[in-house]
């Protein structure tokens, strides 16, 4: 099973009313640390959690090499594989993609790209931009299990949003078990 894991708005929370809490560098550097002034929002202690689901970790993110120089030694995980995207100008990025403030109905332009990643297998993506256009795409044109998993940017990834992965897995158990046999 794969977690695509995003980073802004998903482990770096952004947008609340409230002031965020600060948390001191660990296993980064000051000086990378300085470069993303959003990474000390991020609880280092939340490292555990997304390695706990048993889940192959896969980077979801525009932070390319910086997301393991920077965010998994701040997490205490190791280097994860990382999803490289289309060129954006590319001629095959469907027109009903979109970026962060695209129209409503239209696929988030991680979708396919994640999809394609996946070549086939069940997986769990957390990020702070889907929809039920993603979901409904997702159920069409992947073969396997997946949930896309909304994290409110407010307050980034929660107890909650980990229960709530817990659960799917508890009950898609079965279906990763005739998966892992069928090959």
Do not use: Q
Not at 68 to 80: I, R, T, V, Y
Not at 164 to 175: K, P, T
Request: proline residues 11%; hydrophobic residues 45%.
């Amino acid at each position: 099973m794969l977690l695509f894991l995003d980073i802004d708005g998903t482990l770096i929370p952004f947008g609340g009313a409230a002031p965020y809490p600060v948390y001191a560098a660990r296993r980064v550097s000051p000086r990378l640390a300085a470069s993303h002034p959003l990474l000390t929002r991020v609880d280092p202690a939340l490292g555990p959690k997304p390695a706990a689901l048993g889940c192959v970790l896969v980077w979801a993110t525009t932070w390319d090499d910086d997301a393991n120089e920077c965010l998994a030694p701040w997490l205490d995980l190791p280097p994860l594989p990382l999803v490289t995207w289309p060129d954006e100008a590319a001629d095959d990025v469907p027109a009903e993609t979109y970026g962060d403030d695209g129209p409503a109905g239209a696929t988030h332009w991680k979708t396919r790209p994640l999809v394609a990643w996946a070549a086939g297998r069940p997986f769990v993506w957390l990020d702070d931009e889907l929809t039920d256009a993603d979901r409904a795409w997702v159920a069409v044109h992947h073969p396997a299990p997946a949930l896309l998993h909304r994290v409110d940017p407010r307050y980034g990834l929660t107890d909650r949003d980990f229960a709530a992965v817990e659960a799917w897995l508890r009950g898609v158990g079965g279906i990763r078990s005739r998966t892992r046999t069928s090959r």
